[in-house]
């Protein structure tokens, strides 16, 4: 069975970058038609869509946070990564990464890990 | 603002039926699927309805999903205390070329 877990430091100075990964078991994550993103959830807010790459490591960001994020695969150890840079205190939040097949709808989720702005 | 429009909260008692909604536009609704999502308090979301109206294995015939023009549902039949959650809806926004969601919607089941 899939499973997705994130990692990465709890805490992150602003203007800092933010760096996370999600290392996925249970399957290659070389498999054609898949994408593996990332959402995020500020505290008490509703989900907010970071971006997502594909199978052929083409990259897909949300607007707002394009001039910030970058995010890659390592298929090498079945790996996918998020870089944020000039984090602020609006950064923080958890982050999830997902898998999704087709693009839109995620199907399997990390249980998520809480990142802090804060000096 | 979220790009799509859900209603905060809705409420039903145990045994009953609740929709909730999700108002778009033609550049996401309109032209793609969307999806709905349960968030139980202090966990991760979790995929109910993908396609419009599919469940993914496992996921019961309690929850059923349509969609009309720009506007999609969520329905939810014989409530169960465990229900309780925010619910989100999303979807591929053709504009933006982001997924955008819902700003979610919290049920009660009183």
């Known amino acids: 069975q899939l499973q997705l877990q994130e990692s990465g430091p709890g805490l992150v100075k602003p203007s800092e970058t933010l760096s996370l990964t999600c290392t996925v078991s249970?399957?290659?994550?070389?498999?054609?038609?898949?994408?593996w993103g990332w959402i995020r959830q500020p505290p008490g807010k509703g989900l907010e869509w970071i971006g997502s790459?594909?199978?052929?490591?083409?990259?897909y960001y949300n607007p707002s946070l394009k001039s910030r994020v970058t995010i890659s695969v390592d298929t090498s150890k079945n790996q996918f990564s998020l870089k944020l840079r000039s984090v602020n205190a609006a950064d923080t939040g958890v982050y999830y990464c997902?898998?999704?097949?087709?693009?839109?709808?995620?199907?399997?989720w990390g249980q998520g890990t809480m990142v802090s702005v804060s000096s | 603002q979220s790009v799509l429009t859900q209603p905060p909260s809705v409420s039903a008692a145990p045994g009953q039926k609740v929709t909730i909604s999700c108002s778009g536009s033609?550049?996401?609704?309109?032209?793609?699927?969307v999806s709905w999502y349960q968030q139980l308090p202090g966990t991760a979301p979790k995929l109910l309805i993908y396609?419009?109206?599919k469940r993914p294995s496992g996921i019961p015939d309690r929850f059923s999903g349509s969609k009309s023009g720009t506007s999609a549902t969520l329905g939810i039949t014989g409530l169960q205390t465990g229900d309780e959650a925010d619910y989100y809806c999303?979807?591929?926004?053709?504009?933006?070329?982001?997924?955008?969601f819902g700003g979610g919607t919290k049920l009660t089941v009183l």
């Open positions: 997902a898998r999704a097949p087709g693009g839109s709808a995620s199907d399997i």
């Open positions: 249970g399957g290659s994550i070389s498999r054609n038609s898949y994408f």
């Open positions: 790459i594909d199978y052929s490591g083409s990259t």
């Open positions: 033609s550049s996401n609704i309109g032209n793609n699927y």
């Open positions: 396609d419009n109206y």
């Open positions: 999303g979807t591929w926004d053709d504009s933006l070329s982001a997924v955008v």
